[in-house]
């Protein structure tokens, strides 16, 4: 595409002069003759570089030149037939690229010219690369340690291959991200990325969602639809937590995968796309081989570029580049300000294990700015996090009765394990016989009430305790009701 240069300029003898000087350049000119139309053209055109005269008949260029956004303005020349020093540095200050006084030479025009669109390459060079690579940053994945460095390695060595890209790692560690960025390195970058998660469709629908449907296909098929193939013809398809997939299906994504061809629901026409596949799963799709629920040759053929993100608690002083960055990100959804954490946040963020990963401590930096109208991060505005072995030793402490529940729990359910898993355990207790067993279900009802009488009936809080979730207390207690009433 050439580029597209907007010449505002109020005498229009002038305006089709500097358009002639372009010509010879290949460049794509528009013409507006007063600050109104450059306004508008602006938006319409949107040019690589602008043209300017100051002294427009509705308003002063410069201020035109003012009301650009930095982040995405062109480049600017400004033109004046009544320069002052003055007004060439307030031009350049506010991001003139260059500043030029009427009457203006052919071949210095376009010198000029070449220039600022040069200046412009460059800039979105640099803005690339610190996009990419600066502070640790790939794309939108974050850390500096040595294994996410690998997977950098990975993906930029991957990124120009068609090769499909299959990538492993525990839940929240970033597979969407990572497979982002394979598309976003790779010569597709500006075709679509698709992503369908096969764990979140019902098993009657993913083949419509991948495939598409014609109308009257089947019940609530109102309307022809193009599925995600469809979508993502010249770009790239992730498929996320692919193992989910029904093992009916798996023998159709095979055939996609090897000949790009596909038909829809109830259509006997073969579609034929370029696509790219990236897929994710937080199992073990060995495992799921030999269990039977994932095709062997479906794995074989879609394992071509393993990706194996690591666990956040592998990643050392990375959590602190991700909560920095997500206390930034977060700070501006939530409206708050943000200057920094103090060591013992930081502390506290080493030290903690993360089951969750990065999911876990996006959601616990939401909670902290959601509650806290503070902009310097305090280890006491950590919510209490489970299984926290550190606890004790930071100022983020639960209360001593809580602690004391959590202890007792524990030691109670390991104690319960042990007598169901030992028989032996039973008889070596003095005054304790088979009468003296009660059901396990009484005895874990008995512990959660426990845990939820000493979190003054705060049932998240219990949860957190008892390293559950609090949608399983919720079930376990209706599931009691309905004993009581049964």
């Not at 139309?37 to 030149?65: K, R, S, T, Y």
């Not at 055939?255 to 006997?268: A, H, L, P, W």
Request: hydrophobic share 40%.
């Amino acid at each position: 595409m050439p580029p597209k240069i907007l010449i505002v300029e109020d005498t229009e003898s002038l305006a089709l002069m500097y358009q002639s000087y372009l010509i010879p350049t290949g460049v794509e000119t528009r013409i507006a003759y007063n600050g109104e139309q450059a306004m508008c053209a602006l938006n319409e055109f949107e040019p690589d570089l602008v043209i300017l005269d100051v002294m427009l008949p509705d308003m002063n260029g410069l201020d035109i030149l003012s009301s650009l956004d930095p982040d995405t303005a062109p480049q600017v020349i400004v033109l004046t037939g009544h320069a002052t020093k003055e007004m060439a540095i307030k031009a350049i200050k506010l991001g003139a690229s260059d500043f030029l006084e009427k009457p203006i030479e052919a071949d210095r025009f376009r010198i000029t010219v070449n220039n600022a669109l040069k200046l412009k390459d460059l800039k979105q060079t640099v803005k690339s690369y610190q996009t990419t690579y600066e502070n640790g940053k790939y794309y939108d994945l974050i850390g500096s340690s040595s294994e996410m460095q690998s997977v950098y390695q990975i993906i930029k060595s991957a990124s120009a291959s068609k090769a499909t890209v299959f990538i492993t790692g525990e839940s929240g560690t970033g597979k969407e991200l990572c497979a982002r960025a394979v598309h976003l390195a790779s010569p597709r970058a500006n075709k679509p990325f698709v992503a369908l998660n096969c764990a979140a469709i019902p098993k009657d629908l993913i083949e419509s969602e991948i495939f598409g449907h014609l109308k009257g296909a089947f019940t609530g098929a109102i309307a022809n639809r193009e599925g995600a193939a469809g979508q993502a013809d010249g770009g790239t398809l992730f498929l996320d937590e692919l193992c989910e997939m029904d093992i009916n299906l798996q023998s159709k994504l095979l055939r996609f995968i090897q000949t790009g061809c596909y038909q829809q629901v109830g259509s006997e026409k073969e579609v034929k796309v370029d696509v790219r596949f990236v897929c994710a799963t937080n199992r073990d799709p060995l495992l799921e081989v030999q269990e039977g629920r994932f095709r062997e040759d479906l794995y074989y053929r879609l394992h071509v570029i393993p990706i194996a993100l690591p666990p956040l608690k592998q990643r050392g002083k990375d959590v602190i580049e991700i909560a920095d960055a997500l206390f930034k990100k977060i700070s501006k959804e939530e409206g708050r300000s943000y200057k920094g954490m103090s060591e013992g946040v930081r502390n506290l963020f080493l030290s903690y294990g993360w089951p969750g990963n990065v999911r876990q401590l996006e959601n616990t930096i939401r909670n902290i700015l959601v509650l806290h109208d503070e902009a310097f991060i305090e280890a006491n505005m950590i919510p209490a996090l489970p299984n926290a072995q550190s606890r004790a030793a930071t100022p983020v402490t639960a209360s001593n009765q809580s602690e004391a529940v959590t202890q007792s729990v524990t030691s109670s359910t390991n104690e319960l394990a042990s007598s169901v898993n030992n028989t032996s355990y039973v008889s070596s207790q003095v005054g304790f016989s088979q009468a003296d067993i009660e059901p396990l279900w009484i005895v874990e009802k008995r512990y959660i009430e426990q845990a939820i009488d000493a979190c003054d009936n705060n049932i998240p809080k219990a949860a957190a305790l008892l390293d559950v979730s609090p949608s399983t207390i919720y079930r376990k207690i209706k599931s009691w009701e309905e004993m009581q009433v049964s």
